[in-house]
């Protein structure tokens, strides 16, 4: 009975340390990276040659850590592909490889760096979270050797994979993340066997990772939020811009709204390439972003976070839209293209109005209030229901209103940056069959609109004032992941045609995420 009575007074006495240690809230930090790039090979490099390529970028990394420690950053976020770049095959990645062990190791990098054979690179990333006191997540290259007896083995003998680790504020590594959704180009790597759903605690919270194209997929995204209850996501990423509504900074601030978490986002920066878009993104609303297509410059962000985002009230998506009994447009509808999916449009034609548009099951309702009605630009209403099949195969539902690139109806869904008109109001709605739908606001010089919608109960985006700037888009993005299998005919012709379009004219690929 002593002895139970002792364990009881122990285990209280620890949690009242862990709480008494907790944090209500962090300094978070993400950095986008100006990467320097390897020269174009086809013939592997010598590691030492490979490591002098990672440490010029490792520089980079170092004054942003140190930066953001001095600061008073608990956590930093580096970008994916950040230390090395892209362009491989396997045999010339090889160089930059280690071999990166399971945490469960108990192993700091900074303390004994040959545990694992020649790590320099942990341990440098090791040596800068120690000596900073900051944890550290990056992006590096995992290597894992196989033989004969496991059948799925490659030809080279060995596993390689696109890998994220955190290390603590003392050094150890507490997480290694093997990607699971590979993006076209990414031959070089192989995936892992099973999803790996990778959680870590601290003081100032629980939190999951994942990479670049995973965000658009369930797993391991969706089951971190939904099932392992995590309160922030970090997210490295190497992620080239899609308008009209997968650039960086409009989709991740809405998964992060969408999922009720906080979202630390840090992409590459490489304009040439439409690389830029970092952030940090409370459920409620962006916290900080940069996106700069301007300059070649590197940018650290930070910003405050609760420790425990309070969550979001529950929406019924399809409450409000399906209440009301509303006439589609008929004869005023057309088709459009955005990232080669086939949209059914109508035109805004009016300064106030309320439209409907519907494809398959889903129909889109909105209501708005325009400042003026100009004559030199066009908005659209659009819905589409279906299979994406060209760099994925993933099923959406997107309620969408959007400007035109010009009043020819034929570039409605093409890239648009700039806008004049601004809306008085605007609520969008649409009889959604997901829970995942994530609302997007962006405004034109692609600048997010923080504090001036929300998304009520019954399932509307609304706008809260006049917009800020002019409208680009207002996008509610639903994914259906059961039916990521699904197929239809006459949109599978039409995608697969497209499919083999993008693969010839691989130099106007418009989405790249390695």
């Not at 590979?182 to 100032?204: A, D, H, I, Y």
């Not at 985002?309 to 006439?327: F, K, L, R």
């Amino acid at each position: 009975m002593k002895i139970a009575q002792l364990l009881i007074s122990m285990a209280v006495l620890v949690s009242c340390v862990l709480n008494a240690s907790s944090l209500d809230t962090f300094i978070a930090a993400v950095y986008e990276h100006a990467i320097t790039l390897p020269n174009a090979t086809l013939t592997p490099v010598s590691r030492e040659e490979a490591l002098v390529l990672m440490n010029r970028n490792l520089d980079l990394l170092e004054v942003a850590i140190t930066s953001a420690a001095k600061q008073g950053a608990h956590i930093i976020v580096t970008p994916e592909d950040a230390i090395y770049g892209w362009n491989f095959t396997r045999e010339t990645l090889y160089p930059y490889l280690e071999d990166i062990p399971d945490p469960q190791v108990n192993w700091i990098p900074c303390n004994d760096p040959n545990r694992f054979g020649h790590a320099p690179v942990q341990e440098r990333l090791s040596c800068l979270a120690k000596s900073n006191s900051i944890y550290v997540v990056a992006n590096i290259g995992d290597k894992k050797p196989c033989n004969t007896s496991d059948s799925e083995c490659p030809h080279d003998g060995r596993y390689q994979y696109n890998t994220d680790v955190v290390f603590d504020s003392q050094g150890q590594l507490v997480a290694r993340y093997h990607k699971q959704n590979l993006f076209m180009g990414e031959e070089q790597f192989n995936k892992p066997k099973e999803p790996e759903v990778v959680t870590f605690n601290t003081s100032f919270g629980r939190f999951g990772i994942f990479t670049c194209f995973d965000i658009l997929f369930h797993d391991p995204a969706v089951a971190l939020v939904k099932d392992f209850l995590v309160d922030t996501i970090l997210f490295p990423t190497a992620w080239m811009n899609v308008l009209p509504h997968l650039s960086a900074i409009e989709f991740h601030s809405a998964w992060a709204m969408g999922m009720g978490v906080n979202f630390l986002a840090s992409n590459i920066h490489y304009p040439s390439k439409k690389m830029t878009g970092s952030g940090i993104y409370a459920p409620g609303s962006p916290r900080v972003f940069h996106y700069d297509m301007k300059t070649e410059e590197g940018k650290l962000l930070l910003s405050q976070l609760d420790s425990h985002p309070p969550q979001p009230t529950a929406v019924n998506w399809t409450s409000y839209a399906s209440s009301i009994d509303a006439v589609t447009m008929g004869n005023q509808e057309f088709k459009g293209i955005i990232f080669f999916d086939e949209f059914t449009f109508v035109k805004l034609t009016e300064v106030t109005g309320n439209y409907t548009v519907c494809q398959k099951d889903l129909c889109c309702h909105l209501s708005y209030e325009m400042s003026e009605k100009r004559s030199d630009e066009v908005y659209v209403l659009g819905a589409f229901d279906g299979l994406h099949t060209v760099e994925g195969h993933y099923y959406l539902q997107i309620c969408t209103l959007l400007k035109c690139k010009t009043t020819d109806l034929n570039t409605c869904g093409d890239s648009v940056e700039t806008a004049s008109t601004r809306f008085e109001m605007f609520s969008l709605s649409g009889t959604f069959r997901t829970q995942y739908v994530f609302p997007e606001v962006l405004l034109s010089e692609i600048q997010l609109a923080p504090g001036e919608f929300q998304v009520s109960s019954d399932g509307r985006l609304l706008s809260l004032k006049p917009t800020s700037r002019p409208l680009l888009t207002v996008t509610l993005f639903g994914r259906l992941y059961g039916k990521d299998g699904s197929s239809n005919a006459p949109s599978m012709l039409v995608a697969q045609t497209l499919q083999i379009m993008l693969i010839i004219a691989t130099s106007i690929v418009y989405f790249l995420c390695w």
